[in-house]
Structure formats: structure tokens, C-alpha cells
């Protein structure tokens, strides 16, 4: 069974940082793509930021380049997600995804985490 658990949220000023961290278990995390996304209240979930298993191949959506950094450890099953200069804009709630396929995706995930929340104060 396939378990996707993120941490790290919380409340934070604008312009400061946090980093979000995935543990995953019930996969072979090593071969899966790693991806992030999120989802501000009223809005659909969009893409934040990728990274696939083939490589450490990355992407990250127009909105958080040079803000947000992803990346993995896969001795310790984990993704992270290193957000910094955070805006207001940030605020929403965030979750983890994988997918066996190679490449960086932006969609086609298979399995999600629970989500955990980042709010972000002028």
C-alpha cells in the first residue's frame, strides 16, 4: 500500500521560507517521478515542481522558479520542497504525488498525499 505523508506546513511571513518534506512508502521510491502541487481555496489544484527519477531531471512552474527548489534523498524515501521569499500568493494547501513514469511530469500521477497546509501573512 502505497503512502505518500507531507510535513513541514505552517504559517510564515512573507518573504520568509519553508521546506516541505514527503516521506513515501509502499514503492520503489527510486523509481518513481516526484511531483508537488497545490491547491489555494476556490481555485483548482495547479503544478508547483517535479523531479524525475531518471536523472534528477526538474521542473518547476513559472510561478515559484528561483522561489522553490525541489529535490529528493532516496536512501531516506523522501522529496522535499525548499520554498523561499514566500508571497501571500503561496497560501494554499500543499500536496505530494507519484508516478512510475519516467520524465518530469506536470500531470499523470498515481498516488497522493493527504496535503498539509501553507499560509502565508503580509
Known amino acids: 500500500q502505497v503512502q505518500l505523508v507531507e510535513s513541514g506546513g505552517g504559517l510564515v511571513q512573507a518573504g520568509g521560507s519553508l521546506r516541505l518534506s514527503c516521506a513515501a512508502s509502499g514503492l520503489t521510491f527510486r523509481k518513481y517521478t516526484m511531483g508537488w502541487f497545490r491547491q489555494a481555496p476556490g481555485k483548482e489544484r495547479e503544478f508547483v515542481a517535479g523531479?524525475?527519477?531518471?536523472?534528477?531531471?526538474?521542473d518547476a512552474a513559472d510561478s515559484v522558479k528561483g522561489r522553490f527548489t525541489i529535490s529528493r534523498d532516496n536512501a531516506k524515501n523522501t522529496v522535499y520542497l525548499q520554498m523561499n521569499s514566500l508571497k501571500p500568493e503561496d497560501t494554499a494547501v500543499y500536496y505530494c504525488?507519484?508516478?512510475?513514469?519516467?520524465?518530469?511530469?506536470?500531470?499523470?500521477?498515481?498516488?497522493w498525499g493527504q496535503g498539509t497546509q501553507v499560509t502565508v501573512s503580509s
Open positions: 504525488a507519484a508516478s512510475p513514469r519516467a520524465g518530469v511530469l506536470r500531470n499523470e500521477y498515481d498516488y
Open positions: 523531479i524525475s527519477w531518471i536523472g534528477g531531471t526538474t
